[in-house]
């Protein structure tokens, strides 16, 4: 299945004061746009790189040792030399808007600071679901949290069902999935599945209300 993932175009300076611009924040994996091709860092990593580079802003203690692993992480991941003024003011607008742009329509599917404050706990969580493969496991898991942490957010929710979704299509051998307009795109071995010579329907006016239907649709597939 192809993710929904926050799309960031990487300018390196140019266009931009701060090198990047947010696209459509989403939850699992961040992708960055370079002039070298496309880099793409899991979001539970993303969290531990910014609570390392943002400690000083976050506690009111600096640290040279997390601000320095930070950096070397993310030298590391866009095989760059940039220092860590580079990256704090560069991935600023990222870490501000914590995956999750308001004034954007896309749909919002992450776990907020506000679910689960605590970074590690955060960035386990997101491995937990990263790791599911079962809808059995996600069901477990989503009881799980919510004795746990409490009533889960619709943000959560939402991060459920696109979760629910790619397991649904990975259990029928569907690689990718894309809801294009009211178009419930499938493909099965890089070919498009068709129904009567078509591609399947969804109406529903909101992102969510869609993501609900798709899943309801595979169910039914």
């Not at 580079?53 to 040279?64: K, M, Q, W």
């Not at 386990?124 to 493969?133: F, G, H, M």
């Not at 068709?194 to 649709?217: M, N, S, T, Y």
Request: aromatic share 12%; proline share 3%; net charge positive.
């Amino acid at each position: 299945m192809t993710k929904e993932k926050t799309e960031v175009i990487f300018n390196n300076g140019k266009n931009t004061d701060n090198g990047y611009v947010i696209k459509n924040p989403f939850a699992t994996v961040q992708t960055f746009n370079t002039e070298d091709g496309k880099v793409e860092i899991p979001v539970y990593s993303l969290i531990k790189i910014f609570s390392m580079l943002y400690v000083g802003e976050r506690t009111g203690r600096d640290s040279s040792f997390m601000r320095s692993g930070a950096v070397k992480a993310l030298n590391k991941y866009f095989k760059c030399k940039h220092n860590y003024k580079f990256w704090r003011e560069s991935l600023r607008p990222l870490y501000e808007s914590e995956y999750y742009n308001k004034q954007d329509k896309s749909l919002p599917a992450f776990i907020p600071s506000s679910y689960l404050e605590e970074t590690k706990i955060r960035i386990a969580a997101y491995r937990q679901i990263s790791e599911l493969s079962t809808i059995k496991e996600l069901r477990a898991l989503k009881q799980e949290w919510h004795d746990r942490f409490g009533k889960i957010p619709d943000a959560v929710r939402n991060l459920f069902l696109c979760t629910e979704l790619k397991i649904r299509a990975s259990l029928k051998s569907i690689n990718s999935i894309a809801i294009e307009d009211s178009k419930f795109m499938m493909k099965r071995n890089n070919e498009f599945i068709l129904i009567e010579g078509k591609f399947p329907r969804i109406k529903a006016k909101g992102h969510e209300d869609r993501l609900k239907k798709a899943v309801d649709l595979m169910k039914k597939f």
